[in-house]
């Protein structure tokens, strides 16, 4: 996805020079067409070791103003972690499947497909999708159901502000997403440990939240193919299972979407899924979690700590009973 490349003074010529010259030779030699030159950003891949081989199969820059007004001021997780130790079963079970198999996902080109309630549906390139609007890159907690937890500087826009692009209509109350479905693509789609395709559900308050993201990109880069490339939902304040991976279909929708999880183990998790420290899983306690790179665990925190900005769309509910 070629959207905005890191301008040549935000890097030493000899690196362009080098780097993207390489590149485009082997993009050349595969008959790869339209693939971005990438460039170092060494400083944000704190913890990557960088081989020519491996360069080649890094995700291409991307510049993005910080906003900070969104975000926490901590550590990100290193980039190695966060692009090693993931959950996509499309690609596997293990933690360390998607890293090592989702380079078979073809990204480019990729159409999102908007329909349902409202009055300017439509299917739109990924590119023109986002093109309007400024990239942020925000700094947000990600945790997992499992009870691990990273910090990611992701890059994305609102999603309530591409979501507006389309005018839902006044049915539209709630927003279903769909993940590719491919199993050429995705060999995990050959098992079915899940209902394939993946879809999750957001209310359409939630969706419109302002904290509510659509990112293309983390760390200086697009989207590594196993954190979900070309995009993905981030929502902060829920379980990570609520952040689908490489959305392919977004529904504007009159009644409460099904979502994989809630389908598979409806007792386990809920459509809402905020954490929840004091909702504890059937079988295992929401207390605490291990923040990856760290030893001790620490306490998880209601809404993972984005309480004061979203609390307020949950008043009047028992988040008991509405997990
Ligand atoms: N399509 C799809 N989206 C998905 C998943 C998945 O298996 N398939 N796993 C979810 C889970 S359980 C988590 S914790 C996050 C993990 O995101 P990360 O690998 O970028 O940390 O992605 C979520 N989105
Ligand atoms: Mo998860």
Redesign the pocket.
Known sequence: MLIRIRKASDVSSGEITAESLYLRRRDFLRGVAGAAGALAAGDLLAGCTRSDDRASREPGPLNAERNPKYGTAEEPTAYAK??G??????FGTDKSD?AAYAGSLITKPWSVEITGEANKPGTIGVEDLIQPFPLEERIYR?????GWS?V?PWIGIPLGEVIKRFEPNSFAKFVAFR??HDPKQMPGQHDDV?SW??I?GLRLDEAMHPLTLLAVG?YGRELPN???APL??VVPWK????????IVGIRLAAAKPDT??NRMAPVEYGFYSNVNPEVDHPRWSQKTERRIGEFLRRPTLPFNGYGEEVASLYTGMDLHREF
């Open positions: 966060a692009t130790y993931n959950n996509f079963y499309e998607p990600h945790r997992c159901v499992e990273m990611i993940t590719l899940l395709p993946y999750e983390m196993q954190n979900g993905r939902l379980y990570g299972f609520k952040s689908i991976k490489s994989t999880w």
